[in-house]
T-cell receptor, first 112, second 113 residues
């Protein structure tokens, strides 16, 4: 069974731009969660999508948004990028919620 | 919200010895506690998990124990090998799809040959 895939693997953007990251979950998984990983703050929960609906949200500003498609693939969007948004963005999938989540390799975003 | 503390931040052990990493959590409603291993350049890999109705779980050289009263859980790795070198994260959640995972800050485990 193929694992969680994320594209692109690396991105370089400048302040003020916006970015869209993509995640394809493990086949059969309907829950997709997104996390931000930085050296200072560690791994932080952004939001979770289940059956195309945002079911839970972490403590991040509205510039961070996402969506999920009918095939469970998910995208995450960050608008008006700031230097502090530089991070590894990780996607995780599961059958339902945080239980037994499997992570993808991440997208490394650098904001200049 | 939930808060997870993880210790130590760095742990160096001799190959073949055991390693223990400890975590405490704050929310007594949390009921799911996974452990992840992250190698350089990769995403976290789920290595073992435990639910609040179980006190201990083992999988070959890896075991996790949970003390709900004290709100702490631990990862035990026996007979450590060089490939065990990585950063390990504990996490907690309320389960049932209600919350995301709250992670500890991680432990860098170094296996000395």
């Amino acid at each position: 069974k193929a694992g969680v895939t994320q594209t692109p693997r690396y991105l370089i953007k400048t302040r003020g731009q916006q970015v869209t990251l993509s995640c394809s979950p493990i086949s059969g998984h309907r829950s997709v969660s997104w996390y931000q990983q930085t050296p200072g703050q560690g791994l932080q929960f952004l939001f979770e999508y289940f059956s195309e609906t945002q079911r839970n949200k972490g403590n991040f500003p509205g510039r961070f948004s996402g969506r999920q498609f009918s095939n469970s693939r998910s995208e995450m969007n960050v608008s008006t990028l700031e230097l502090g948004d530089s991070a590894l963005y990780l996607c995780a999938s599961s059958f339902n919620g945080p239980d037994t989540q499997y992570f993808g390799p991440g997208t490394r975003l650098t904001v200049l | 919200g939930e808060n997870v503390e993880q210790h130590p931040s760095t742990l160096s052990v001799q190959e073949g010895d055991s390693a223990v990493i400890k975590c405490t959590y704050s929310d007594s409603a949390s009921n799911y506690f996974p452990w992840y291993k992250q190698e350089l350049g990769k995403g976290p890999q789920l290595i073992i998990d435990i639910r609040s109705n179980v006190g201990e779980k083992k999988d070959q050289r890896i075991a996790v124990t949970l003390n709900k009263t004290a709100k702490h859980f631990s990862l035990h790795i026996t007979e450590t090998q060089p490939e065990d070198s990585a950063v390990y994260f504990c996490a907690a959640s309320g389960g049932g799809g209600a919350d995301g995972l709250t992670f500890g800050k991680g432990t860098h485990l170094i296996i000395q040959p």
